[in-house]
């Protein structure tokens, strides 16, 4: 935290500066609740200077000479026009980068601090056309380095996700606007943080991002009237926001931001997919509550996608535990791909289940497990045999490599449905006979495969006997020229039966649509 008034000539020759030119540079950080220092990157340094004002009004007074950018390594460097002996120097240190301004929550503006807070700032007076002002200073006082740390940790987040978006989208992530104030009554144009929380990494990450959520998804556009896919697109938006602190901060070496015990407990707490005050059957606004209206689920599932556990990879990461079902690691920059390309939907927050199709196309199948673990839902894949004429509805890995490893083709995701029971639902059970998958949760349908000689393969997923909000219908359609049953959701796969001469025999139930 000490100044310096130095003379480096050959080194500001070799930079181009002219003779006749005072320079000023330092290195600029601030410290974090953890007693981290880092720097302040970068961000816009003013450079002011008392001087002599001539013409009219002339006199001595401040003037906003020049300013400069510091370096990721919180270094400026600049030089201004000698104005004589006497002129005195100060810089102002402005809370602002390529991702955040920060602004002043008492007198508008963007925020800035002088080096020497919270005493007043100091000033350096200029000698001769030589001399070299040094402003390097550690900010340290809370009430100024939150405003840093807001900036910083943003400017990292932003980082994390220009490094990671589809290289095929060209719309760049604009820069946002943050204050803090404990009443978000006010509006504001821009992120609104508690006034305690500026040093509250995981806090200013996670107001991130949903403002990063929704630019680069295409969303906010138009208001979604379906209460059930509000909440779907509340829960998802939720549970990312739960789940993005956490990748953005394990691509950071420890003691970066957190300490190595704080990085465990928060790891720990993500993968355990708590759910306190959340509670699967019930039934509220939304209709019945399902998994995927679980933010802390959806946020441990996308977790799974990008930890790795200490057991699983030499690169691991602290409180992840060893899990038969999650065979992923570090595939949060395709979380960020399928969100920015993928599933934009207009609406206020894309679902769980759009995301899942577009994983899907990019990973397939790399979801099922995960999801399946947590009683997300799954999707109802559907696949055709060409040689037998049989359509194969499956939401099982199973039932998926059965597919394959008959020759089936994939086709599309019918609809999503249930890896478990959920209070309410039925079994969507598989038969085969007569070289046909038949799926069914109905017992007339039951009933037709037994009466025929077909057997049980298994119970493929779960779904409503009865319309919920949010649902659509799973229907059986059946041709006699191929002796195939047809399990069907989608409008396509419907006109695709009605062209083909199947003839619709009944509705077996209700499943969550696609888009």
Same mark, same amino acid.
């Given at each position: 935290?000490?100044?310096?008034?130095?003379?480096?000539?050959?080194?500001?020759?070799?930079?181009?500066?002219? !003779?006749?030119?005072?320079?000023?540079?330092?290195?600029? &950080?601030?410290?974090?609740?953890?007693?981290?220092?880092?720097?302040? =990157?970068?961000?816009?340094?003013?450079?002011?200077?008392?001087?002599?004002?001539?013409?009219?009004?002339?006199?001595?007074?401040?003037?906003?000479?020049?300013?400069?950018?510091?370096?990721?390594?919180?270094?400026?460097?600049?030089?201004?026009?000698?104005?004589?002996?006497?002129?005195?120097?100060?810089?102002?240190?402005?809370?602002?980068? +390529?991702?955040?301004?920060?602004?002043?929550?008492?007198?508008?503006?963007?925020?800035? *601090?002088?080096?020497?807070?919270?005493?007043?700032?100091?000033?350096?007076?200029?000698?001769?056309?030589?001399?070299?002002?040094?402003?390097?200073?550690?900010?340290?006082?809370?009430?100024?380095?939150?405003?840093?740390?807001?900036?910083?940790?943003?400017?990292?987040?932003?980082?994390?996700?220009? +490094?990671?978006?589809?290289?095929?989208?060209?719309?760049?992530?604009?820069?946002?606007?943050?204050?803090?104030?404990?009443?978000?009554?006010?509006?504001?144009?821009?992120?609104? %943080?508690?006034?305690?929380?500026?040093?509250?990494?995981?806090?200013?990450? /996670?107001?991130?991002?949903? @403002?990063?959520?929704?630019?680069?998804?295409?969303?906010?556009?138009? /208001?979604?009237?379906? #209460? &059930?896919?509000?909440?779907?697109?509340?829960?998802?938006?939720?549970?990312?926001?739960? @789940? @993005?602190?956490?990748?953005?901060?394990?691509?950071?070496?420890?003691?970066?931001?957190?300490?190595?015990?704080?990085?465990?407990?928060?790891?720990?707490? %993500?993968?355990? =997919?708590?759910?306190?005050?959340?509670?699967?059957?019930?039934?509220?606004?939304?209709?019945?509550?399902?998994?995927?209206?679980?933010?802390?689920?959806?946020?441990?599932?996308?977790?799974?996608? *990008?930890?790795?556990?200490?057991?699983?990879?030499?690169?691991?990461?602290?409180?992840?535990?060893?899990?038969?079902?999650?065979?992923?690691?570090?595939?949060?920059?395709?979380?960020?791909?399928?969100?920015?390309?993928?599933?934009?939907?207009?609406?206020?927050?894309?679902?769980?289940?759009?995301?899942?199709?577009?994983?899907?196309?990019?990973?397939?199948?790399?979801?099922?497990?995960?999801?399946?673990?947590?009683?997300?839902?799954?999707?109802?894949?559907?696949?055709?045999?060409?040689?037998?004429?049989?359509?194969?509805?499956? #939401?099982?890995?199973?039932?998926?490599?059965?597919?394959?490893?008959?020759?089936?083709?994939?086709?599309?995701?019918?609809?999503?449905?249930?890896?478990?029971?959920?209070?309410?639902?039925?079994?969507?059970?598989?038969?085969?006979?007569?070289?046909?998958?038949?799926?069914? #949760?109905?017992? /007339?349908?039951? +009933?037709?495969?037994? =009466?025929?000689?077909?057997?049980?393969? &298994?119970?493929?997923?779960?779904?409503?006997?009865?319309?919920?909000?949010?649902?659509?219908?799973?229907? !059986?359609?059946?041709?006699?020229?191929?002796?195939?049953?047809?399990?069907?959701?989608?409008?396509? *796969?419907?006109?695709? /039966?009605?062209?083909?001469?199947?003839?619709?025999?009944?509705?077996?139930?209700?499943?969550?649509?696609?888009?």
């Amino acid at each position: 935290m000490k100044t310096f008034l130095t003379i480096l000539p050959l080194t500001l020759l070799a930079a181009g500066f002219p !003779l006749r030119a005072e320079t000023v540079h330092g290195t600029l &950080r601030y410290m974090d609740s953890n007693g981290m220092v880092h720097p302040i =990157a970068n961000a816009t340094v003013e450079i002011w200077r008392w001087r002599w004002r001539w013409g009219m009004f002339s006199g001595y007074d401040w003037f906003k000479d020049g300013y400069a950018l510091t370096n990721e390594n919180g270094y400026f460097l600049t030089a201004l026009p000698f104005e004589g002996g006497g002129v005195v120097c100060s810089v102002r240190v402005l809370a602002n980068n +390529q991702a955040a301004v920060v602004y002043n929550e008492n007198y508008g503006g963007t925020f800035y *601090a002088e080096p020497g807070h919270p005493a007043s700032g100091f000033r350096l007076k200029v000698n001769c056309p030589s001399d070299v002002l040094d402003f390097s200073w550690d900010f340290w006082d809370p009430a100024v380095t939150r405003h840093y740390h807001a900036a910083e940790s943003i400017r990292q987040a932003y980082l994390y996700v220009t +490094q990671n978006r589809d290289p095929m989208e060209t719309d760049p992530l604009p820069q946002v606007n943050v204050i803090f104030r404990d009443s978000t009554s006010d509006p504001f144009d821009g992120i609104i %943080l508690p006034k305690g929380s500026g040093l509250q990494t995981v806090t200013v990450l /996670a107001a991130y991002a949903k @403002f990063m959520l929704a630019k680069i998804s295409g969303t906010g556009s138009k /208001a979604n009237t379906d #209460a &059930r896919k509000a909440c779907a697109g509340q829960a998802f938006a939720e549970g990312f926001t739960r @789940f @993005f602190p956490r990748a953005v901060l394990r691509k950071f070496p420890e003691w970066a931001f957190e300490t190595p015990s704080q990085i465990e407990t928060a790891n720990r707490e %993500l993968e355990n =997919a708590y759910v306190a005050g959340e509670v699967i059957g019930q039934y509220g606004n939304c209709g019945l509550i399902t998994p995927d209206l679980i933010p802390g689920l959806i946020a441990a599932a996308l977790w799974d996608l *990008a930890d790795a556990s200490c057991g699983q990879s030499s690169r691991c990461d602290r409180g992840s535990a060893i899990e038969d079902f999650d065979n992923a690691s570090d595939l949060d920059g395709l979380i960020l791909k399928v969100i920015d390309r993928d599933m934009p939907s207009g609406y206020d927050f894309p679902t769980l289940t759009r995301f899942y199709t577009g994983f899907d196309k990019r990973r397939f199948g790399a979801l099922d497990s995960i999801f399946s673990h947590y009683g997300l839902p799954v999707p109802l894949r559907l696949f055709y045999s060409d040689w037998r004429g049989d359509n194969f509805s499956t #939401a099982t890995s199973k039932g998926m490599q059965d597919a394959i490893n008959a020759g089936y083709r994939f086709v599309r995701i019918e609809g999503y449905v249930f890896p478990n029971y959920q209070n309410g639902a039925v079994p969507l059970k598989l038969y085969w006979g007569r070289s046909d998958n038949f799926t069914t #949760a109905t017992p /007339a349908g039951e +009933q037709d495969a037994l =009466a025929v000689g077909y057997t049980l393969a &298994r119970v493929e997923a779960y779904l409503y006997p009865n319309p919920q909000l949010g649902t659509v219908p799973l229907n !059986l359609y059946y041709s006699v020229a191929r002796g195939d049953n047809f399990t069907l959701a989608t409008t396509t *796969a419907e006109t695709d /039966a009605q062209n083909a001469s199947y003839r619709f025999v009944r509705n077996e139930g209700y499943l969550l649509p696609v888009n």
